[in-house]
């Protein structure tokens, strides 16, 4: 009976170390199954991790702050080494590392450009690094495409969207057609801005008001009116969307997420050819109310001649 009785004991101890190893093993294998998972979460979110990708080497860059009501400018190597870590510009532009994107912020601020009301956080083209005074004719020809989305804008007290200029071309006047019409500065009008507009794409141009007017009288600004404007079909919204302008001698192409077109080419375009011209990207923000605000953010930017 002891015999017996030692055996069964014998048994039950068997079992339980049986037993009692195999949960241990299966502990071991849930353990190592939320190791896997945790490992997998951690690489998606270093796959996340992105810087955007855009050359600012022929960019100056103006802030919606500045001394005596005159916003202030960054160009050359302060916008391509510094933007990141410079205090002043780190609040209007900067890295959306998780978008991989540029972001542009701006707000209705007592520090503006000559002969506007409105701020901007915006990139201006400079052919050569840190110099205003190389620009390009329609008849060189100039292509610029940007991959962007509005991120966040605020609305009016009607509970519609403020305005945002994203892309413009600007002209200008050379030294010698300054000083020949007797301007204080080389600052012609803009032929083309796009309009983020309450979701859509909105272009606007000039007209010459006068077609017989001389070389000279063509130097001013109040020679140039504004057009109609054209509305895109497609709604962007808040969605990332792509936008490329093309200019040749005449002429003057938008396109907006390869699908849709906007052709200018007319006697204003040819008459244009006049002025020098540059590109500017970016938040030109139109509002001045109070508490306002635009952010715009740019994942590619290129500039080609």
Wanted: charged share 30%; glycine share 6%; hydrophobic share 35%.
């Amino acid at each position: 009976m002891k015999h017996l009785n030692k055996q069964i004991l014998s048994i039950v101890l068997m079992v339980f170390i049986a037993l009692n190893a195999s949960c241990q093993t299966q502990k071991g294998s849930v353990s190592e199954s939320e190791v896997k998972v945790e490992s997998k979460k951690k690489k998606k979110r270093k796959k996340k991790f992105k810087l955007p990708e855009i050359d600012l080497t022929h960019w100056s860059l103006t802030i919606p702050e500045g001394e005596n009501g005159k916003a202030k400018s960054f160009k050359g190597k302060e916008v391509v080494t510094n933007y990141a870590t410079n205090e002043e510009i780190k609040p209007y532009m900067y890295n959306d590392s998780t978008k991989g994107a540029l972001v542009f912020y701006s707000y209705p601020s007592k520090a503006t450009t000559a002969n506007t009301k409105y701020s901007r956080s915006e990139l201006r083209e400079q052919m050569v690094p840190g110099d205003n005074n190389v620009n390009w004719t329609f008849k060189e020809g100039a292509y610029m495409k940007g991959k962007l989305a509005m991120e966040d804008v605020t609305k009016d007290a009607d509970g519609k969207y403020h305005r945002v200029i994203v892309m413009q071309i600007h002209g200008r006047l050379s030294d010698e057609q300054r000083d020949l019409i007797g301007q204080k500065d080389n600052n012609a009008p803009p032929i083309l801005k796009i309009y983020w507009d309450k979701g859509k794409i909105r272009v606007k141009t000039k007209v010459l008001k006068n077609l017989n007017a001389t070389p000279e009288e063509m130097l001013h600004k109040d020679a140039w009116g504004d057009d109609e404007g054209f509305n895109f079909e497609q709604e962007v919204g808040f969605k990332k969307f792509i936008l490329e302008v093309k200019v040749s001698d005449g002429k003057m192409v938008i396109a907006l997420n390869k699908n849709e077109f906007k052709v200018y080419e007319n006697i204003h375009m040819r008459k244009w050819g006049i002025f020098e011209n540059y590109f500017k990207a970016g938040n030109y923000f139109q509002s001045r109310d109070e508490g306002a605000y635009a952010k715009v953010r740019y994942y590619d930017l290129e500039v080609k001649h």
